[in-house]
């Protein structure tokens, strides 16, 4: 499985993004896959963002609840990362994650929970 993420940039507070991460190969549909949405910002350690189950079951952290919303898209392979109300504080590089050992409605929340990883996209908020 291959993961190209997106849709990241420059954007001032309050305002919103909208990341896309796209699934591809041989091996499996993103119907199979569970996904997720990690970010780290400078100096820290990567954390969970926002995750989907197979069965399009959802959860946020609670640092981007109500703000963010996760979605997917099982036509176009791609899962999606709304943000809107950005903070400075959620600036970062984002990165999407995909396990193929996901259980229909089960949501992961750990990195060692995902096998496969985005290259990540740069997300700046500006104060």
């Known amino acids: 499985v291959q993961l190209q993420a997106s849709g990241g940039g420059l954007v001032q507070a309050g305002g919103s993004l909208r990341l896309a991460c796209a699934a591809s190969?041989?091996?499996?549909?993103?119907?199979?896959?569970?996904m997720g949405w990690f970010r780290q910002a400078p100096g820290k350690e990567r954390e969970f963002v926002a995750g989907?189950?197979?069965?399009?079951?959802?959860d946020h952290a609670d640092a981007v609840k109500v703000r963010f919303a996760i979605s997917r898209d099982n036509a176009k392979n791609t899962v999606y990362l709304q943000m809107n109300s950005l903070k400075p504080e959620d600036t970062g590089v984002y990165y999407c994650?995909?396990?193929?050992?996901?259980?229909?409605?089960?949501?992961?929340?750990?990195?060692?929970?995902?096998?496969?990883w985005g290259q990540g996209t740069q997300v700046t908020v500006s104060s």
């Open positions: 190969g041989h091996s499996y549909t993103l119907s199979r896959l569970g």
């Open positions: 989907i189950a197979r069965s399009g079951y959802s």
């Open positions: 994650a995909a396990t193929a050992r996901a259980i229909y409605s089960a949501l992961y929340y750990r990195e060692t929970d995902y096998g496969y």
